[in-house]
């Protein structure tokens, strides 16, 4: 059997016995919906509320996505300019790092001073929540280009600006790629942080109404769609590196064994 192939059917069989498990623990211990719904009462609560979930999980997929694209190109901008400039990166990272260090739940209220409730908050808290993992792994990856190609290109007379786009770029595309499946969780969570504070619309919003009424499994079938949505652009973005930069990918399995 194809060895990809065998990874994804042990990856299937691993979630499907992960719900197993929950379904019968919850069943066994007679574990009231209050505390913990077991995964069919989650189903059948998204299936019968769907659709009235349907526009908020539209709402929570826009703004995230909006939310994440300021966050792509602030981010590749930034890591450019950090990671191409030794004064750029002493003066620049510290302040990155102070400002990631900050709560973002802090950071809403502020944003809603500023602009109202709605989705303003709610795209600049995933923008910038996004937006960190981008820079630290574009400057990474051009910080760590090889100075021999450098060199080479050097020797052909090329400028500053040919270096970097035929050599650095290139080379930090997996560094690039890597971030971008970390920040679009985190964008998530940052919309969902937003909705819940300062929102009429979307799935925080609807989960925070819910846990407010005591609907736990209005609570999870929340969770499922984030978690959903979530893995559906991990996937995509992982199938779009792999197209990319299948070049820095020499092995298909781990070295073990």
Known sequence: MNPQLRRRIASAALIICFFLL?????????????????????????????????????????????????????????GILVGSSRLAYDVAYPLLIGFASIPKVAVVPIFVLWFGAGAVPAVLTAMIMSMFPIVVNVATGLATTEPELEDVMKTLRASKLDILWNVGLPRAMPYFFASLKVAVTLAFVGVVLSETVASNRGIGNVMMIASSSFDVPLV??????????????????SLIEMRITGWAHRKDEFAIG
């Open 22 to 78: 929950w379904e019968f623990l919850c069943r066994a211990f007679n574990i009231s919906d209050i505390v913990l719904p077991k995964p069919s009462q989650i189903i059948v609560t998204l299936i019968e509320r769907f659709p009235a979930l349907w526009p908020h999980t539209l709402q929570t997929l826009y703004t995230t996505l909006l939310g994440f694209s300021f966050g792509i190109l602030i981010g590749v901008l930034l």
């Open 220 to 237: 999870f079938a929340g969770l499922f769609i984030l978690a959903i949505m979530g893995v559906s652009l991990y996937v995509i973005f």
